[in-house]
């Protein structure tokens, strides 16, 4: 998955300039294409949401299915203002959103600390507006929280990592920590993309310093 966006558009564009979008979202499969569960809502009640950005989300969602606990994953689009965008159009940086992983998961199997452990890494949070050799604004690192105690547990963990990283020679994390906002599926094949392409390609690489 390569940027088809100006390496030199690195900036979030404002919502007044941002393009329109649909009203009308898109189609998916209705079962995650790894374990089966539904994809979308209803979900089990005992479930928790949580959503990040970490570079191009083929590879990201794969890392968060493999955690034992999570019930299911699915990649779209957020933190932006078009509404409904497609994927050519989030690429183009004209939409401000970032490419991100949905992930359900049972908080009594795996906590949410340990799915930030797997976020922090998977990638380098070092590298603002790009992972690796993708760049553009969809590419930036971001932690986009559903409640009061998930932000102050993301930046916590931003504070303990950013130490350990300092000490380890790497400059200071560009990772954003927000409120979840709308939340637009991305098109099916997007959808555990590596799963049905194991050869895939994947542009993650962390830093090497444990979290």
């Given at each position: 998955m390569f940027n088809k966006a100006s390496t030199e558009n690195m900036q979030l564009p404002s919502a007044s300039s941002a393009l329109p979008g649909r009203s009308t979202s898109v189609e998916i499969a209705t079962s995650h294409y790894v374990n089966g569960n539904p994809i979308q809502a209803p979900y089990p009640e005992n479930l928790e949401k949580a959503l990040f950005g970490f570079g191009c989300f083929w590879g990201a969602e794969k890392k968060m299915w493999s955690i034992e606990g999570v019930y299911i994953t699915s990649v779209g689009y957020s933190a932006g203002s078009t509404p409904n965008p497609s994927y050519e159009e989030v690429c183009s940086g004209l939409t401000g959103?970032?490419?991100?992983?949905?992930?359900?998961?049972?908080?009594?199997?795996?906590?949410?600390?340990?799915?930030?452990?797997?976020f922090w890494q998977a990638h380098n949070p070092t590298q603002g507006m790009r992972q690796g050799n993708d760049q553009g604004t969809q590419y930036r690192s971001g932690i986009y929280t559903y409640s009061d105690k998930q932000?102050?547990?993301?930046?916590?963990s931003l504070k303990c990592y950013a130490e350990k990283l300092k000490d380890s020679g790497f400059g200071e994390i560009t990772t954003e920590i927000k409120a979840a906002t709308d939340f637009y599926y991305a098109e099916t094949y997007h959808q555990q993309y590596l799963a049905k392409n194991p050869g895939g390609y994947c542009g993650l690489g962390g830093t090497g310093v444990e979290c």
């Open positions: 959103h970032n490419e991100v992983v949905l992930v359900l998961f049972d908080p009594e199997l795996v906590s949410y600390e340990s799915i930030l452990q797997v932000f102050e547990t993301a930046c916590h």
